[in-house]
């Protein structure tokens, strides 16, 4: 299916009856909070199973951040599937895995660090799924806005474009085109990766 920006792939609470492939593209997670506020908690590239899961019911949102091809695959059929072959499985299960580092790349992220720090890991973050991917590590897609990242950080949109302008005068990082960035100095990332502050 070809789907434009913003449109949902699901609604958290809606019955699991199916899991999706991105074919291109890219998608945001978002939760619901107690105060009705949405969080996003994590975004999916092309390549990327979104919707696997062992509930009856999506644990979140899944909607898209760009234009984009989803592969829609019901659950009940991939089960059956799975349970006649070995490789989906084992497909399956790298997929489990790989989320669960997501996961744990976002608690990175979001560690006791300045903003510098966390942005910088987010940029990391979205080079190590371009290389899951087959891409060019320093070539990033970037379809994401400024809001949606400092969401995903914990900092505000001022914050999030103050770094990006810093790290384009540091020689850290261009942005060719809109959504397109480009790495120079992953050294340098690194580094402010692992350092940690207070934004």
Aim: charged share 25%; aromatic share 6%; net charge neutral.
């Amino acid at each position: 299916m070809r789907l434009p920006a913003r449109s949902a792939v699901f609604r958290e609470g809606d019955r699991a009856g199916a899991v999706f492939t991105l074919v291109d593209g890219a998608a945001k997670l978002l939760r619901t909070l107690p105060d009705g506020r949405q969080q996003i908690i994590g975004f999916r590239f092309a390549g990327d199973l979104i919707g696997f899961t062992a509930r009856d019911r999506y644990p979140c949102d899944a909607e898209l951040v760009c234009d984009a091809t989803v592969c829609r695959v019901d659950r009940a059929r991939l089960e059956a599937m799975s349970r006649h072959c070995t490789g989906i499985t084992h497909r399956l299960l790298e997929l489990c895995a790989e989320d669960l580092a997501a996961a744990q790349e976002q608690l990175a992220a979001m560690a006791p660090r300045s903003a510098e720090g966390r942005v910088a890991a987010f940029l990391l973050m979205l080079r190590d799924a371009a290389v899951r991917n087959g891409a060019l590590p320093a070539e990033l897609s970037l379809p994401m806005t400024r809001a949606d990242i400092g969401d995903y950080l914990g900092l505000t949109i001022e914050s999030v474009s103050r770094v990006f302008a810093a790290f384009r005068r540091g020689g850290l990082l261009r942005e060719p085109e809109r959504g397109q960035v480009r790495l120079l100095d992953m050294p340098g990332l690194e580094a402010l990766a692992g350092a940690e502050g207070t934004h």
